[in-house]
């Protein structure tokens, strides 16, 4: 199964250092053998491999060099940025992580100016439509999610086993490797309080009773959870809209079948780990800006998602049977009116277009689209 980024990659890395970030088991190691056949793969977990590092002894003649989880190392930045100004490229150098490696790009360090960062997700529609029927893909994302494995196995009692020894991998290895957290069952109890409030907005106040631990402790764990790949943050918009929610945010999952609660629900999660792909997509590879966040008021008016992707705005509403249109519409278009505005039903009897240019749409083909940038 190909990826979208591989092409952009290999136009880069004979220029660049190539940093490839994303879920742990998400294809960041395959994605890097697959860019070619003659290639040298260290990875730092390896005892002998930490060696073969030290004494900088790798094969030169290889067309790439594919560093993984070497951010464990001290100082690993520093040393990347002397092997990239001393020897440069070739070979390639490609730098995978499931953690931490797009913190690089919030501060000025060593490395600035040196290095493309490419975002990978798990599986979408939009991804998979040439090998899979989009129809069978969806199905797929909301019993087993979209990690490579499991979505290509499509076995639910295979998926069952895997998502849990994935999971306590991410905590009982990742997070100890980069994280001093003595309360990994309170974490993994936060998790499940997650798995039942995907769509809804998140008060750090009622977390913090829940787990009976204070609101800045269960914040420091929400941002740990998002570092590693387990959730993402949409977050409230409120600049120009009067009576707008200002901080409490929506979280959702990387792996759309860890979601609990109704299809609506899944199906909510699966636009949102689409609509973020996209957005990460055309920032890494085509250096188009974006962002999403999702719309409501004190009064309880609410649009899903407000992306923002270049110079063009969407307004985005998920139902997976109601294809009667939202009324929320009208509301916040008068904020954004040149927004193009979709109402996506998985349960459609047949799509819908309005003078205004809303449209209501059947959600499966609109995600193998989803922007035409």
Known sequence: MDRFIREQIIK???????????????????????????YDYLNYDSPEHRLILKEKNWDRKKEILILDEIHKMKNW?????????VEGVPPAIIITGSAKLDTIRKMGDSLAGRYFLFR??????KETQHEIAPKDAFNR??????????????????YDRWKKSHLDIILRQDLLDLESVRSIQAIETLIELLKHH????????????????????????????????????VRPYAKNISRSLLKEPKYYFYDSGQVQGDPGVKLENIVACALLKEIHYLEDCRGISGSLRYLRTKDGKEIDFVAFIGDEVYLIEVKYSDDSLSRNFKYFENFFPNAKKFQLVRNIDREKTYPDGTEICN???WL???TTK
């Open 141 to 158: 994302l909301l019993s087993v999610g979209g990690f490579p494995e499991p979505f290509l196995e499509n076995n639910t009692p295979f």
């Open 198 to 233: 995907v769509g809804s907005s998140v008060s750090y106040a009622s977390l913090s009773r829940d787990l009976e631990y204070d609101p800045k402790t269960v914040k420091r764990w929400l941002t740990i959870l998002e570092n590693l790949y387990i959730i993402f943050p």
């Open 12 to 38: 880069d890395s004979s220029k660049k250092i190539i940093l490839i970030t994303g879920p742990r088991q998400s294809g960041k190691t395959f994605l890097s053998k697959m860019l070619s056949d003659n």
């Open 368 to 370: 193998t689209r989803i």
């Open 77 to 85: 930045k520093t040393w990347v940025k002397g092997l990239y100004d």
């Open 120 to 125: 990978l997700h798990p599986f979408d529609i």
């Open 363 to 365: 959600v499966i083909p």
